[in-house]
C-alpha cells in the first residue's frame, strides 16, 4: 500500500469513528419536581359558658380556629372561623367542633350539663323583669367579683358570676360595660390603684375569653379612694376587694 492509500485510510476510519460517536443515544436532562408544600395544622378551640344550667337557660358557645377552610359544630352546622353564639340545650350536650383545612383537621368538644326545672319558682310581679329598669336587670345578672388579699387572681368562687353575666351580655350586644377595680385601705395609694387596675383587667379578660367582644368593655382602677365599706375589718375589706360592673354610658 503507497503512502497516499494509508493516509486515505486513516482518514475514512476517523471519519467513521467519529460518525459512531455522534450516533450515540443522548442522556435526557433529569426533570425538574416543585418542592413539596406542607400546609400548616388547623387549630380549633371551643368553650361554653357556663356548662352547667338548668333546662331552659342559654348558653354561649365561644370558638377560634387558624388554618382551616371549613368549620362545622354538631347541632349547629357551618360556622365562621371564629364567633360566637347562643344556644338553649335541653338536654345535656357534648358540641363538638371540626376544622378542616389543606394541612388537615382539628376539632373541639364542650360539654353542656343541662339540669332539670326542680321547682317552679313563684315571681313577684313587681320583680319580673318587664318591670325592672336597665339597670336594675343589668345589676341583677352582671354581679361584682371579689380578690383575695393582694391579688388579682380570679377565683373559681367567681366563675359562676363571670358566667351568668357572660350570657347577659351576650343577650344584650348594644351595652357596654365599665369595670371598676377597687381594693381595701392597706398599702400606699399607687400600690392600690396598679392592684385595682390589675382586678379590673383579670375581669375584663374572663369576660373576653367567654366571648364578650374587648372593645365593648372599659376599665378604671378606683384603688382605695372609693370603698364600699370602711370599717378595719377583715369581713370589709373583702368586699372593698373587688371589680365592680356597670353599664358604661
Known amino acids: 500500500m503507497s503512502s497516499k492509500n ?33 400546609a400548616p395544622a388547623p387549630t380549633a378551640q371551643l368553650t361554653a359558658t357556663p356548662t352547667t344550667i338548668t333546662a331552659g337557660d342559654q348558653v354561649v358557645l365561644s370558638w377560634r380556629t387558624s388554618n382551616a377552610t371549613s368549620v362545622s359544630i354538631d347541632g349547629v352546622g357551618d360556622v365562621p372561623s371564629s364567633g360566637v353564639k347562643t344556644v338553649t340545650p335541653s338536654e345535656s350536650t357534648s358540641y363538638h367542633l371540626v376544622a378542616r383545612g389543606d394541612g388537615g383537621s382539628a376539632d373541639a368538644t364542650a360539654r353542656v350539663t343541662v339540669n332539670p326545672v326542680q321547682n317552679a319558682v313563684a315571681v313577684n310581679n313587681d320583680m319580673s323583669s318587664s318591670n325592672l329598669t336597665e339597670e336594675e336587670q343589668f345589676k341583677a345578672n352582671v354581679q361584682d367579683i371579689f380578690f383575695d388579699y393582694d391579688s388579682y387572681d380570679v377565683g373559681s368562687n367567681a ?29 400606699s395609694n399607687e400600690y392600690n390603684l396598679t392592684l385595682g387596675q390589675s382586678r379590673a383587667t ?45 353599664i358604661d354610658r
Open 159 to 187: 366563675s359562676g358570676a363571670l358566667s351568668k353575666s357572660a350570657a347577659y351580655l351576650a343577650q344584650h350586644p348594644n351595652i357596654k360595660v365599665l369595670i371598676g377595680g377597687y381594693c381595701d385601705e392597706r398599702g
Open 6 to 38: 494509508r493516509i486515505l485510510t486513516c482518514l475514512v476510519l476517523l471519519a467513521a469513528i467519529v460518525g459512531f460517536a455522534g450516533c450515540k443515544k443522548k442522556t435526557p436532562p433529569p426533570t425538574s419536581t416543585a418542592p413539596e408544600v406542607n
Open 202 to 246: 383579670s375581669a375584663k379578660n374572663a369576660l373576653v375569653q367567654a366571648g364578650i367582644a374587648e372593645n365593648r368593655i372599659r376599665v378604671v382602677s378606683y384603688g382605695k379612694e372609693k370603698p364600699f365599706c370602711t370599717e378595719s375589718t377583715e369581713e370589709c375589706w373583702q368586699q372593698n376587694r373587688r371589680a365592680g360592673f356597670s
